[in-house]
């Protein structure tokens, strides 16, 4: 299939609000696409390279190279090239990538190069969401559309089901059954403003400690053990600990949905950076265990012996784990059975959890389904939103819905030097109001635009909501905002009332 295709369909689906007629525009390129390439063209549309980023910066991007006449390049000569690129390294690695791209863009008509430009740097925000490309292709294969959102839950990867069922039909959903030593997509929570509204949105219930760690799901068959992230990459040998655990439990075949921490001398948890450092490509696995001890605790079983659980209640699911998992690994609960009466319980559990450290509260519906790689109304996460006032560095111009607009922002806070230190970027929670009035603001405050960013005047401040910070070396201030998203603009505050780096610290380390 001809990138030209999938460029074109991307921009159609940005530029369309209607969810029915984005399925449609879907189906359609589906449809016509070769079953060997389905996986790649769903990977594309949702702005995921299957090599993973190749470490290609803006600069190299932004070569000027003429582009084709005719759209000839197609979406196999594309991964062809990604591939070449994330394997040169060593010695002159950039001149050859470079050598590479710019043969990747030469082939590329304009169009394309702009398609290709957002995909090989991230940018590809307003192509096709997950579930709207599932849809697409229940459409395009003929199937319910539930039946293949199962599918995709229990292989955990919807481009190659839909490989699968693009090429196979109906009869090839039968193949995709929970299997331990396969990892499925995570069930993941919404979000509640308060803990008296989770209560009120779900009735009983039970609350449990949110813990600010790695997601993992451990796999155990017989003396094999497997620990898997969130997005299903295997990171067993770099938490022993963790298979450690699942062999000593009575149980010789599970799977289990938990979250790793580590904790302080005095027992508080340890900040989230420092968790995630465990799992790196690169550490020493017995030196950090020293260092840096890791503990799990489980909150869910999807599956014990012969029993597949995810479709019993929260209620059942956790009767099993009680019996498979110590208390002293489970993650910490209360059973709310009558909001009504037990509502200052919660209200106190929920205190004490961030008391002890931790993020704040799920709240799950007691009668509820493990529904795998969703974000559903009956998980429930409340937690306290932290907020700053920053000032705009620069902006970076939008893509699909929003090309001819300043999206994404660099935002800085108040150095001791008397500048700004920069603390990460964000494009979320902007509305298409707040996205024309801050390109006519920015405008007005630019000193430069490359094509891709904008640099502007100190001036502008905007309220920030985020979730916390984690160390980063990209910045100079040494940490990043985790999470962050735009609650407003705020043109009545000066630049010099914006919040310093001093301010920054001390929050996350009052937290």
């Known amino acids: 299939m001809l990138l030209a295709d999938v460029a074109r369909v991307s921009g159609e689906v940005a530029e369309t609000s209607a ?22 063209v769903i990977s594309y549309l949702a702005g995921r390279l299957p090599q993973g980023r190749p470490g290609i910066g803006w600069r190299a991007l932004g070569q000027d190279v003429p582009p084709a006449h005719e759209p000839t390049l197609t ?57 709207v490309a599932l849809e697409g292709v229940a459409a395009a294969a003929g199937v319910p559309a539930a039946e293949l959102r199962r599918a995709v839950m229990l292989d955990g990867s919807l481009p190659r089901v839909a490989a ?46 949110k813990l600010d760690g790695i997601r993992v799901q451990v796999h155990r068959e017989g003396d094999e053990v ?4 969130r997005s299903l990459d295997e990171i067993t040998d770099r938490l022993p600990e963790v298979a450690e655990l699942a062999r000593s439990l009575p149980g010789e075949r599970f ?16 900040p989230f950076q420092e968790i995630a450092s465990r799992v790196g490509s690169r550490i020493d696995v017995e030196a950090a265990r020293r260092t840096l001890p890791v503990a799990a605790y489980f909150f869910d079983v999807l599956a014990a012996g ?49 008391r002890r450290g931790h993020e704040g509260v799920v709240v799950k519906s007691l009668g509820s389904a493990y529904a795998a790689g969703r974000r559903g109304k009956n998980w429930l996460k409340v937690k306290p939103v932290h907020t ?27 150095a001791a030097d008397g500048g700004y230190a920069m603390l990460g970027k964000t494009f979320k929670g902007l509305t298409d109001e707040m996205l024309r009035w801050q390109t006519r603001a920015l405008g007005a405050l630019a000193t430069s635009d490359d094509g891709f960013t904008v640099r502007v005047r100190p001036e502008l401040v905007v309220e920030i909501a985020y979730d916390g910070l984690q160390r980063s070396s990209r910045y100079p201030a040494g940490v990043a905002l ?26 996350a380390n009052a937290g």
Not at 100 to 106: A, F, I
Not at 180 to 209: I, R
Not at 226 to 229: G, I, Q
Not at 482 to 506: M, N
Request: net charge negative; hydrophobic share 45%; proline share 4%.
């Open 482 to 507: 985790r999470f962050a998203r735009v609650l407003r603009h705020r043109p009545d505050k000066t630049a010099e009332q914006a919040d310093t780096v001093e301010t920054v610290l001390a929050g």
């Open 388 to 414: 700053l006032d920053l000032v705009v560095l620069a902006a970076e111009w939008g893509h699909g819905r929003r090309t001819g607009l300043l999206s994404n922002l660099h935002l800085g806070a108040r």
């Open 255 to 270: 799977i289990l949905d938990g979250e790793v921490i580590g904790r302080t001398a005095d027992g508080r948890p340890v």
């Open 19 to 40: 969810r029915s007629r984005k399925t449609a525009l879907l189906a359609e390129l589906f449809a016509a696409a070769p079953p060997e390439e389905a996986a790649l």
């Open 164 to 209: 699968a069922v693009l090429s196979g039909g109906a009869a090839a959903l039968g193949g995709f059954t929970l299997r331990v030593g396969q990892p499925v997509q995570p069930m993941l929570a919404g979000t509640a403003k308060s803990v008296g509204e989770a209560l009120a949105a779900l009735g009983p219930c039970a609350v449990e400690e």
């Open 306 to 354: 012969s029993d597949v659980l995810l479709d019993l209640p929260v209620r059942e699911r956790y009767g099993a784990l009680a019996a498979l998992v110590p208390e002293s690994a489970r993650v910490r609960r209360l059973v709310v059975e009558d909001p009504a009466a037990q509502g200052a319980d919660a209200e106190e559990f929920s205190a004490e959890t961030l």
């Open 75 to 131: 979406v196999r000569a594309v991964d062809d090239a990604v591939t070449e690129l994330a394997a040169v390294v060593g010695a002159g690695s950039q001149a050859g990538r470079r050598r590479v791209l710019e043969s990747l863009l030469g082939a590329a008509t304009e169009a394309e190069q702009r398609f290709l430009r957002s995909l090989l740097s991230g940018e590809v925000r307003q192509g096709a969401l997950d579930a």
């Open 226 to 229: 497997r620990v898997y992230t």
